[in-house]
């Protein structure tokens, strides 16, 4: 597929400079790279006749125009009035430009560089008429103006009310109390543009919270009203709030919905999509019907399945009336089914346009308003009760666990590896329902692993599309040894354990991955990026209250570990949110925390202020009363997050550092203090130390290459020695016995003392005949004790400098009495057993009684 750059060259070169976007072109069109306009044209012709009718033009715009729209629209382009669009017609309305008004209403341009979003003025009616009729009592939103919305057709009065992030905390909270205190919106008159930024953060993150995806949308995303924004947000709120009942757990008569021998567990990790379009079968298979449905758009279009369905539903009630199916048009079977609903009490908000065209957001919402005023399901006999009871259905615990773990990971925005395995298609994003069923094949997991460093998964060896079990396990694997590649704690896990959906050991795994990206996000955010540690973040904390004035923190102020049980008022938690961004609490709805309700009054309203701020916390108010450690490092880690990011933004301000130099600083000098001092580091190496002081200003060359001199085999070792002395000789070593004369001159010829250093003590050579004077000896180094062989020390094992060295052989014997410090005397002071190890295959091991060593041993 060609750039979006280069196919919008060709576009603008083959319709005149304008552009082929501003040209009449269906969905299924737009953004394709179509050149000739015998392809566009096949495209509308559905059935090939070579002519375009009205119902094809409508089926290919099904979702964005009704019959009505595309009548109109065929009656612009058909110059000879037949009511159908030929190729020549056709042709002439994409050089002429005309652009439909249908079309015009359906697509908008927004954003950079010509890019596009689309969103159904259908869909906005109908969200409108959702909000209408669940918040349509609350009175602070009608004195505030906000209801009822206007839902007139080509009304946008739906994002201006929800621009401001009032009517979006309100809609949250009807799916879940706890992701809204409604004490922390911001209500008018008096809303400032930070305000309505808080109420934004605040909707955005508890979205978030309920499990909405959020991608790309912000908070001045929201303040600016962008339609297909608000309404892919407002559809995903809507679609919580309408299917948040059809469960197992509230509707145990769902059991009667399973298949074979498939398990309630099973059951429960379907999407709601899926369980009502096994519920729609079951009734059409009760009704002895051959319609079966496969999804909640195409097949519901022609009203047929949702009249059979009604019919069984309310079989003791009287419908008002019965569709023909004979009629061929779709939208008056429509609205006969529509009619029916209302007649049993059930006030649908979808169109019957919007039936006929196939919409399936729309008919999932209608399917879900049917199911929760009457599901039609037979009462569950003694056997399946008790197979439901045995379910573990409600783990307190481990629930909470596992739904703030699944909510992290739907908002990492993962990509699911098994969606594109067989084919090239684009893959999709992946979304966990439950977080033990779904994990059990290991992908979601090493997604995760791979987010957090990228190119620890070897894919190309990952199953993506287990087969079998043994694929399962092989997949188990990977993640535990992914998991060791990570440092992450991977005793008694195995592949098998992952496989079986052990819950305590895959929470203990999420539970690493979650904290390890926490904690890699602020040491990306710190100015060193160095690791952070739990100690760090209870400092930050601290510090961070302690900036606070007397008057306006309510807690005591410090905390020792993230288990204090002074955290269960959650009065620290919210000193902290004061502190990062002053002015935001509302001190008034602050509670003493002293009691259980007080407590949890307490927590609700601090999640809501952390969201507020921005941060992104998926713990529940229970963790907070119940000061859960690990919720407790999450929530200190999203404010700390919070607080570097602003201080990133402004260059500072705050009372108190992003990154406090405590935290930097608690183990290690600081960084700006120097080293402790090494005066001889650089003019003497520490090993000259105990030399005296000579007039060579650096040491003897022929003391740092004695460690190398020293050879491994004992006939050059004895050897060696000998030759160095000879090297340069003196003058005084001369083959034959000197005379008297010559003795008495040597001493002037030897090298002055600034030379190369002479060779170690030696006792100067005695003449054969026994007459002449003897020479006295040169100086001697204090290094040169390291030339001769030491005594073994005590125990028998040599010193590690000379772990090396050979033990000595026999001396020579024609050594001089008193030349115990001449090195060629090679007789240790005192004898000792020496711990050589015998390989002579004798099996010895102890230790030589003699000094005699052979070269097998040596070896």
């Known amino acids: 597929r060609l750039s979006r750059q280069t196919e919008r060259r060709r576009r603008t070169t083959k319709f005149g400079g304008r552009g082929l976007d501003s040209c009449f072109l269906p969905p299924v069109c737009l953004g394709r790279c179509v050149m000739d306009l015998r392809k566009v044209f096949a495209e509308l012709d559905r059935d090939g006749d070579g002519v375009i009718s009205p119902a094809e033009m409508q089926s290919v715009l099904m979702r964005s125009m009704s019959s009505a729209d595309a009548a109109v629209m065929t009656a612009e382009v058909d110059r000879n009035q037949d009511g159908r669009i030929e190729f020549h017609e056709f042709q002439a309305?994409?050089?002429?430009?005309?652009?439909?008004?249908?079309?015009?209403?359906?697509?908008?341009?927004?954003?950079?560089?010509?890019?596009?979003?689309?969103?159904?003025?259908?869909?906005?009616?109908?969200?409108?008429?959702?909000?209408?009729?669940?918040?349509?009592?609350?009175?602070?939103?009608?004195k505030g103006g906000y209801l009822p919305i206007d839902n007139a057709e080509g009304s946008t009065a739906l994002f201006e009310k929800c621009a401001d992030g009032v009517v979006l905390c309100r809609l949250i909270s009807l799916v879940d109390p706890d992701a809204v205190d409604l004490r922390a919106i911001n209500f008018p008159p008096k809303l400032s543009k930070f305000k309505i930024i808080e109420n934004n953060n605040l909707a955005i993150n508890a979205a978030k919270d309920i499990g909405c995806r959020i991608t790309n949308i912000g908070a001045h995303d929201v303040m600016e009203g962008r339609p297909h924004l608000i309404l892919g947000l407002l559809w995903q709120i809507i679609r919580l709030l309408l299917t948040m009942k059809i469960s197992i757990r509230e509707y145990p008569e769902m059991a009667r919905l399973l298949r074979g021998d498939e398990t309630l567990a099973q059951l429960l990790a379907l999407p709601p999509e899926r369980v009502l379009v096994r519920w729609i079968n079951y009734h059409l298979e009760n009704a002895k019907s051959d319609r079966r449905v496969g999804n909640l758009g195409k097949d519901l279009s022609d009203s047929v399945v949702y009249d059979t369905v009604m019919r069984q539903l309310y079989k003791g009630q009287k419908l008002r009336g019965r569709i023909d199916v004979t009629e061929p048009n779709l939208e008056k079977r429509a609205s006969t089914v529509l009619d029916n609903a209302e007649g049993v009490g059930v006030s649908p908000f979808i169109k019957a346009r919007d039936?006929?065209?196939?919409?399936?957001?729309?008919?999932?919402?209608?399917?879900?308003?049917?199911?929760?005023?009457?599901?039609?399901?037979?009462?569950?006999?003694?056997?399946?009760?008790?197979?439901?009871?045995?379910?573990?259905?409600?783990?307190?615990?481990?629930?909470?666990?596992?739904?703030?773990?699944?909510?992290?990971?739907?908002?990492?925005?993962?990509?699911?590896?098994?969606?594109?395995?067989?084919?090239?298609?684009?893959?999709?994003?992946?979304?966990?329902?439950?977080?033990?069923?779904?994990?059990?094949?290991?992908?979601?997991?090493?997604?995760?692993?791979?987010?957090?460093?990228?190119?620890?998964?070897?894919w190309k060896k990952v199953r993506t599309d287990p087969k079998n079990r043994h694929h399962v396990v092989e997949n188990?694997?990977?993640?535990?040894?992914?998991?060791?590649?990570?440092?992450?704690?991977?005793?008694?896990?195995?592949?098998?354990?992952?496989?079986?959906?052990?819950k305590k050991l895959i929470l203990a795994v999420?539970?690493?991955?979650?904290?390890?990206?926490?904690?890699?996000?602020?040491?990306?955010?710190?100015?060193?990026?160095?690791?952070?540690?739990?100690?760090?973040?209870?400092?930050?904390?601290?510090?961070?209250?302690?900036?606070?004035?007397?008057?306006?923190?309510?807690?005591?102020?410090?905390?020792?570990?993230?288990?204090?049980?002074?955290?269960?008022?959650?009065?620290?938690?919210?000193?902290?949110?004061?502190?990062?961004?002053?002015?935001?609490?509302?001190?008034?709805?602050?509670?003493?925390?002293?009691?259980?309700?007080?407590?949890?009054?307490?927590?609700?309203?601090?999640?809501?202020?952390?969201?507020?701020?921005?941060?992104?916390?998926?713990?529940?108010?229970?963790?907070?009363?119940?000061?859960?450690?690990?919720?407790?490092?999450?929530?200190i880690a999203a404010i700390w997050k919070v607080n570097v990011e602003r201080e990133s933004h402004s260059g500072g301000g705050h009372a108190f550092a992003a990154v406090p130099p405590a935290l930097e600083n608690d183990d290690a000098p600081p960084p700006k203090r120097a080293p402790p001092p090494r005066p001889a580091a650089s003019t003497k190496p520490s090993w000259v130390k105990p030399q005296p002081a000579e007039k060579p200003k650096g040491p003897p060359s022929w003391v740092k290459p004695q460690p190398a001199e020293k050879p491994k085999g004992p006939p050059s070792w004895v050897k060696k020695p000998q030759q160095e002395e000879k090297t340069p000789p003196p003058s005084w070593v001369k083959p034959h016995p000197p005379s008297?004369?010559?003795?008495?001159?040597?001493?002037?010829?030897?090298?002055?003392?600034?030379?190369?250093?002479?060779p170690p003590s030696r006792p100067a050579p005695v003449p054969a005949n026994g007459s002449g004077p003897t020479r006295p000896p040169p100086p001697v180094p204090r290094t040169a004790p390291a030339r001769k062989p030491l005594p073994p020390p005590p125990g028998g094992q040599p010193k590690s400098n000379f772990a090396a060295a050979p033990p000595p052989p026999k001396p020579a014997p024609a050594a001089p009495q008193g030349g115990g410090d001449h090195v060629v005397n090679l007789e240790p002071d005192t004898k000792g057993p020496y711990s050589f190890k015998s390989v002579n295959g004798t099996g010895e091991t102890g230790a030589l009684d003699s000094n005699d060593v052979g070269e097998e041993e040596w070896d």
């Open 93 to 142: 309305a994409m050089q002429d430009l005309k652009i439909s008004k249908a079309v015009q209403k359906t697509f908008v341009r927004h954003g950079a560089a010509n890019s596009q979003h689309s969103w159904s003025s259908e869909e906005m009616q109908a969200f409108t008429e959702v909000v209408n009729s669940r918040l349509g009592e609350d009175q602070r939103l009608q």
């Open 476 to 502: 188990g694997n990977h993640v535990v040894t992914t998991g060791k590649k990570l440092d992450l704690v991977m005793v008694n896990i195995g592949g098998l354990d992952i496989a079986d959906g052990n």
């Open 355 to 458: 039936v006929a065209s196939g919409n399936a957001k729309l008919n999932l919402a209608f399917c879900a308003q049917l199911f929760n005023d009457c599901h039609g399901l037979a009462p569950l006999d003694q056997e399946e009760a008790k197979e439901l009871a045995d379910l573990d259905l409600d783990d307190a615990g481990d629930t909470r666990e596992a739904r703030t773990f699944k909510l992290w990971m739907n908002s990492l925005n993962l990509t699911d590896p098994s969606s594109n395995s067989n084919s090239g298609e684009e893959a999709s994003t992946l979304q966990i329902n439950d977080l033990f069923r779904e994990l059990c094949n290991g992908l979601p997991i090493l997604s995760v692993m791979d987010h957090i460093e990228a190119g620890s998964v070897p």
């Open 510 to 635: 999420m539970w690493q991955l979650m904290r390890r990206s926490t904690v890699d996000l602020l040491s990306s955010l710190k100015n060193d990026g160095s690791k952070v540690e739990e100690k760090e973040l209870i400092k930050f904390a601290n510090d961070a209250v302690k900036t606070l004035p007397p008057g306006v923190k309510k807690s005591s102020g410090t905390i020792r570990t993230l288990g204090d049980r002074s955290l269960s008022t959650s009065l620290f938690l919210i000193d902290l949110c004061e502190a990062v961004s002053p002015e935001t609490v509302n001190w008034d709805l602050v509670t003493p925390g002293k009691t259980d309700e007080d407590a949890l009054l307490n927590a609700r309203y601090c999640l809501s202020i952390a969201r507020k701020l921005g941060a992104g916390v998926f713990c529940t108010p229970e963790d907070l009363k119940e000061v859960r450690p690990k919720m407790i490092l999450l929530f």
């Open 740 to 758: 008297a004369s010559t003795a008495a001159e040597a001493p002037p010829s030897r090298p002055p003392p600034a030379a190369p250093p002479a």
